[in-house]
Every structure is written in structure tokens, then in C-alpha cells.
């Protein structure tokens, strides 16, 4: 046996499982749920041809779809920016060289630890209630109390503040990333009289564009497929109004409680064409605002 | 020196006090836990159970549907041993092929596998959930383990970038000691990646502990539930009002994760701002 030859197979039996697994639990039910997705298929029948129809109801026929998009799409753009911005002002305030830093780090971190359990979101749900501890503290500044469960745009705000709370991951990695910053990148910058936002905007920011790029893009997915808050502290119906329907849980009710199966595998693929052109978006715009160390060297 | 005082004061004053109000949330379900379920509403503005009570610690471990709460806990303890193993020996395996191996189609298979990180789990949910109950593993961990067997994206890519730092002449100098590729693995790679299988460990079983979907979808005998679904069934049959015993489980339910984090901190903090992880 030649040594390309063993080398080749050594590697293919290391990688292997990656290659079955791929083809078996991603290839072949993405090409499942593509055709399913223009079908009529019910859970006990077998699935019919409809060519578009179900693409086109969606946009057409079902206001619950248009709505739980847009729920989604608000939840997606007031919440992950805020949660980066919140992690980035948070990790500049740790990143001094104090001692209790460390301790600071990992309290600041532990709701992103929990945040995403099934008892988080009960709690987060009770401390919302009528006689919760945040209605507590709006009197006590003298505003009036909210029925986060009566309005749907208070309910949806409610899941928005669930996920800004959970900074704590992306603060450690901005920390890292500033760290990583040379102080005499700034030193020289004071010598030079830069205040505070110049320093920011010409050094801190660029220098993390990477770091926040590669943020911006995971952080944007996941939120696009959050599924247990919602289901959670709706109690799975995506109230009130559904007003936190999101596009996750709405496609979970439609596959697994009504059984429309082709209708939610259309759904899927939408999502996936989203969150495609998304990161699209994010990659072909970097290149204006992502700066790279080895760029000009 | 003495100038600056003042202002550190101030920023622990600051900082620190920011760090009360934010786990606040968690104190108060805590505290509430030992509170009579009917004055937790009543007395919500307070951080004294008065009277203090562990009744609801009781009433919850009882579970429901003939099921205590220890089975809910012994159920999830074997699904986490079940993706720990799963993932600890796919994902080493194959990040040694990617991260050391010469063969053709490496470069694709890698990129392929960056691309599956991004893929939402919906696009593949509602096939895969068919041809697991057409093999009859409905009801059972199978759908829920078997998929682990076939590695992680993430954590691939975290023992790739790892095991990239260490020096290949130790594989050389291994493979003139007449060594195989696999006893390479075995022998030289495998005892230098320990953190960074105990950073794989630990965020598997971070997210298999709070998995609900996948128990939602696959597992509908009480006696099967696990720790998220039990509390999730507990929200459901919240007509009776017994939050008190719900919070109790969930504060039982939090922690373990806790005490992990306290103990492998190094890990966690490291496998977040190394690979962006999310946790």
C-alpha cells in the first residue's frame, strides 16, 4: 500500500464519523425536509405534491405566520444589539487591574450560565407576574405597574430583557479581545491628546471588529431559533395574543401540534434562507468596518 | 496612591452593586424557595422567609404522576453520561483527523463542518423526528444520544484549534519509535488534550442539563422525563398554584451547574473566550 493511499484512509477513518453522521442526520433529512416542504403532510398520511402552495400561504393566507416573523425579527434586532452593547460597556469596566475583577467576571457571568434552563425562564416569568418584584420596583419609583402577561408588545419586551440579562458570555469574550489590545496603543494616543471616544472609536472598536463580526453572526442565529423562554413562559401557546410567538415556537406548534408537517418544513427553509441572507449581509459588509491586524503591514 | 481611592471606591460601589441587581432575580427565587407557597406573592419585596419552611423542598421531590423527583434526576444523569461519552470520543477522534491527518477532501469536509455550526436545527427537526419513529426509537434517549456518536461541531472545532498548538515534532518522534497513527492519537495527542475534553465535558453537559426541546419532542412517559421536562410539566399543571414546590425544583435543578462552574471555572472561562462558545 502506498503512503498517500494509508495516509488517506487513516484520515477518512478518523473523520468518518463526522462523514455518517453528516450524511445521516443533516444531508438527508435537509433534502427530506425540502421536499416535504412542498407537500401536504399530515402526521398519519402520506405527504402530497403542492408544488409552491405552502410558501405561498405563508405570506399570503396566515397573519399568525406574518405576525410571529415579526415578533421574531424585533425580538432578533432590539435584542442582540443591545445584549452587545451591554457585554462591551460591561467588559471596559472590568478591564482594569483590579484584583476583584475576577470575582466581578464570573458573578457578571452567571446569568448566561443558567439563562438558558427551563427554571430561569419560570423565574423569569414570576418576577414579571402581576405582584412580581419588577412591578415592585417600578412603584417604588413611583411608575405605574405593567401586566407583562396582558399586552403582547410588554410580553414580547419581557422575553427581549431575558436575553439581554444573559451579556455574560459575550462580555468574556470581549474582555479577552481587549486584553488582548497593546496599552501602548493608547498610551501613544494620550500623548497625542485623544480624549475617551477617540480612543474608543479609533482603537478600541477597530481592534475588536473581528471579535464582534464573529459575534454579531452566531449571536443573531441563535437568537433567530430562541425556542425555550418563549415556550416557557408562555406555557407553549405564545402569548399574549401572540405576541411572543416566535418563529421557532410557531413552527414546533405547527409541525408537532397541529401536524401541518410540510407546512412547518416550508417554514424551516424560510428561516434557513433567512438567516442565509443574514449572514451574508453581515460577511459582505464586514470588510467596511472589520479591520484586520495584518492588513497594511 | 491616595488619590485614587476614592475612585475605586466608587467603582466597586458602582460595578459591584450592578452585580446585585443583576442576580437579584436568582436570590429572590432562592430565598422564595423557603417561603410558604401562599406568601410568596405577598411578601414578594422581601429577602426573609418568614416562616422559614422547606415544605416546599418536600412537596416538589415528590414529582408527579407516581414519579418522584430523583427519578427526573437519575434520568437526566444517564442521558448527560450517555452525550458525554458520545461526544468525548467522536469529537477527539475526529478533530485528530482534521487537525494532524493529510488526506484529499480535508479542506472541504473541515469547511462543511464550519457550515453545520451555523445550520438551524428546524431545517432538520421535522425529518429527523420521522425516521426515528420509523425505526421505533420514539419514546426512548436513542434519538436524543445516538446523533452524539457522530460529533460536535463546536466542540471539533475547539479540540482542532487546541491540539493545533501542540508541536508535531512529539508526533515525530513517536512515529520513529515505530508508532501508528492511531497509537499517535492515543499515546501523544490524547493525554495533552485533557482541558480541552474537560471544556468539551463540561458545556456538554451544560446544554444536555438544560435541554428541553429534544425531551419535548421524543420523550412522553413521565417515567422517562428529564429534569427540564419534569419542570416544565410542574408550569403546566400550575392551576393549583403550588409555585412554592416548582421553585424548590428549580433552584434543585440550577444547582449542579453551579457547583461545576465553581469548581472547573478555569475551563468554562477559557473554552467561552477562546471559541466563543455560547454558555
Given at each position: 500500500m502506498s503512503s498517500r493511499l494509508r495516509s488517506n484512509l487513516w484520515g477518512y477513518l478518523f473523520i468518518g464519523p463526522f462523514i455518517i453522521g453528516f450524511l445521516a442526520f443533516t444531508i438527508i433529512p435537509m433534502?427530506?425536509?425540502?421536499?416535504?416542504?412542498?407537500?401536504?403532510?399530515?402526521?398519519?398520511?402520506?405527504?402530497?405534491?403542492?408544488?409552491?402552495?405552502?410558501?405561498?400561504?405563508?405570506?399570503?393566507?396566515?397573519?399568525?405566520?406574518?405576525?410571529?416573523?415579526?415578533?421574531?425579527?424585533?425580538?432578533?434586532?432590539?435584542?442582540?444589539?443591545?445584549?452587545?452593547?451591554?457585554?462591551?460597556?460591561?467588559?471596559?469596566?472590568?478591564?482594569?487591574?483590579?484584583?476583584?475583577?475576577?470575582?466581578?467576571?464570573?458573578?457578571?457571568?452567571?446569568?448566561?450560565?443558567?439563562?438558558?434552563?427551563?427554571?430561569?425562564?419560570?423565574?423569569?416569568?414570576?418576577?414579571?407576574?402581576?405582584?412580581?418584584?419588577?412591578?415592585?420596583?417600578?412603584?417604588?419609583?413611583?411608575?405605574?405597574?405593567?401586566?407583562?402577561?396582558?399586552?403582547?408588545?410588554?410580553a414580547l419586551w419581557m422575553l427581549i430583557f431575558l436575553s439581554i440579562w444573559q451579556f455574560g458570555s459575550s462580555m468574556l469574550i470581549f474582555l479577552a479581545g481587549l486584553k488582548s489590545i497593546p496599552a501602548s496603543f493608547y498610551e501613544a494616543a494620550s500623548v497625542d491628546g485623544a480624549n475617551f471616544f477617540q480612543k474608543?472609536?479609533?482603537?478600541?472598536?477597530?481592534?475588536?471588529?473581528?471579535?464582534?463580526?464573529?459575534?454579531?453572526?452566531?449571536?443573531?442565529?441563535?437568537?433567530?431559533?430562541?425556542?425555550?423562554?418563549?415556550?416557557?413562559?408562555?406555557?407553549?401557546?405564545?402569548?399574549?395574543?401572540?405576541?411572543?410567538?416566535?418563529?421557532?415556537?410557531?413552527?414546533?406548534?405547527?409541525?408537532?401540534?397541529?401536524?401541518?408537517?410540510?407546512?412547518?418544513?416550508a417554514m424551516a427553509w424560510v428561516m434557513l434562507v433567512i438567516v442565509g441572507i443574514l449572514t451574508g449581509i453581515i460577511f459582505l459588509t464586514s470588510k467596511y468596518w472589520v479591520h484586520y491586524e495584518s492588513e497594511g503591514k | 496612591m491616595t488619590k485614587r481611592r476614592p475612585r475605586y471606591f466608587l467603582y466597586h460601589i458602582l460595578v459591584g452593586g450592578f452585580a446585585v441587581l443583576l442576580l437579584y432575580?436568582?436570590?429572590?427565587?432562592?430565598?422564595?424557595?423557603?417561603?410558604e407557597s401562599g406568601d410568596i406573592f405577598i411578601t414578594a419585596g422581601s429577602l426573609i422567609p418568614n416562616p422559614f419552611t422547606l415544605l416546599n423542598y418536600a412537596q416538589g421531590w415528590e414529582g408527579f404522576g407516581g414519579y418522584g423527583f430523583g427519578t427526573f434526576i437519575k434520568n437526566t444523569i444517564v442521558f448527560v453520561i450517555w452525550m458525554l461519552l458520545g461526544h468525548l470520543i467522536s469529537c477527539s477522534l475526529i478533530a485528530f483527523g482534521f487537525a494532524r491527518l493529510k488526506f484529499v477532501g480535508r479542506g472541504f469536509w473541515f469547511m462543511i463542518m464550519l457550515v453545520t455550526l451555523m445550520l438551524p436545527y428546524e431545517v432538520v427537526m421535522i425529518p429527523q423526528?420521522?425516521?426515528?419513529?420509523?425505526?421505533?426509537?420514539?419514546?426512548?434517549?436513542?434519538?436524543?444520544?445516538?446523533?452524539?456518536?457522530?460529533?460536535?461541531?463546536?466542540?471539533?472545532?475547539?479540540?482542532?484549534?487546541?491540539?493545533?498548538?501542540?508541536?508535531?515534532?512529539?508526533?515525530?518522534?513517536?512515529?520513529?519509535?515505530?508508532?501508528?497513527?492511531?497509537?499517535?492519537?492515543?499515546?501523544?495527542?490524547?493525554?495533552?488534550?485533557?482541558?480541552?475534553?474537560?471544556?468539551?465535558?463540561?458545556?456538554?453537559?451544560?446544554?444536555?442539563?438544560?435541554?428541553?426541546?429534544?425531551?419535548?419532542?421524543y420523550l412522553n412517559s413521565p417515567e422517562k422525563y428529564t429534569v427540564s421536562m419534569a419542570l416544565n410539566m410542574f408550569l403546566s399543571n400550575e392551576t393549583v398554584s403550588n409555585w412554592g414546590a416548582m421553585f424548590a425544583?428549580?433552584?434543585?435543578?440550577?444547582?449542579?451547574?453551579?457547583?461545576?462552574?465553581?469548581?472547573?471555572?478555569?475551563?468554562?472561562?477559557?473554552?467561552?473566550?477562546?471559541?466563543?462558545l455560547k454558555g
Open positions: 433534502l427530506a425536509s425540502l421536499y416535504f416542504s412542498f407537500t401536504d403532510y399530515g402526521l398519519f398520511d402520506d405527504p402530497v405534491w403542492i408544488g409552491f402552495e405552502n410558501y405561498i400561504k405563508m405570506f399570503t393566507e396566515d397573519p399568525r405566520y406574518i405576525n410571529s416573523l415579526k415578533v421574531t425579527i424585533i425580538y432578533v434586532f432590539a435584542g442582540v444589539p443591545l445584549r452587545l452593547a451591554f457585554a462591551l460597556l460591561v467588559a471596559m469596566l472590568l478591564n482594569v487591574g483590579s484584583r476583584a475583577v475576577g470575582w466581578y467576571r464570573t458573578l457578571y457571568y452567571l446569568p448566561s450560565l443558567i439563562g438558558g434552563s427551563v427554571a430561569v425562564a419560570i423565574m423569569w416569568r414570576n418576577i414579571f407576574g402581576d405582584d412580581g418584584i419588577v412591578n415592585i420596583a417600578l412603584k417604588t419609583m413611583g411608575i405605574d405597574s405593567i401586566r407583562w402577561f396582558g399586552e403582547p408588545t410588554a474608543f472609536f479609533r482603537i478600541t472598536l477597530p481592534m475588536l471588529s473581528p471579535v464582534l463580526l464573529f459575534n454579531i453572526i452566531m449571536q443573531t442565529i441563535s437568537a433567530f431559533m430562541t425556542f425555550v423562554p418563549a415556550f416557557i413562559i408562555s406555557k407553549g401557546t405564545g402569548g399574549p395574543l401572540d405576541g411572543t410567538l416566535l418563529y421557532s415556537l410557531y413552527l414546533f406548534k405547527q409541525g408537532f401540534e397541529y401536524f401541518n408537517m410540510g407546512y412547518a418544513s | 432575580p436568582v436570590i429572590w427565587l432562592f430565598v422564595s424557595s423557603f417561603k423526528y420521522i425516521i426515528f419513529s420509523e425505526l421505533g426509537w420514539l419514546n426512548s434517549l436513542k434519538p436524543l444520544v445516538v446523533p452524539a456518536f457522530f460529533g460536535h461541531p463546536f466542540f471539533i472545532f475547539l479540540l482542532v484549534q487546541f491540539i493545533r498548538t501542540i508541536p508535531r515534532e512529539l508526533d515525530e518522534a513517536a512515529t520513529i519509535d515505530g508508532a501508528n497513527t492511531f497509537q499517535i492519537f492515543y499515546k501523544v495527542i490524547l493525554p495533552l488534550i485533557v482541558p480541552a475534553l474537560a471544556t468539551t465535558a463540561i458545556f456538554t453537559f451544560y446544554w444536555t442539563w438544560d435541554n428541553l426541546l429534544g425531551p419535548v419532542l425544583m428549580s433552584i434543585v435543578t440550577l444547582v449542579p451547574v453551579f457547583v461545576i462552574f465553581f469548581i472547573f471555572q478555569r475551563y468554562v472561562v477559557e473554552g467561552i473566550s477562546t471559541t466563543g
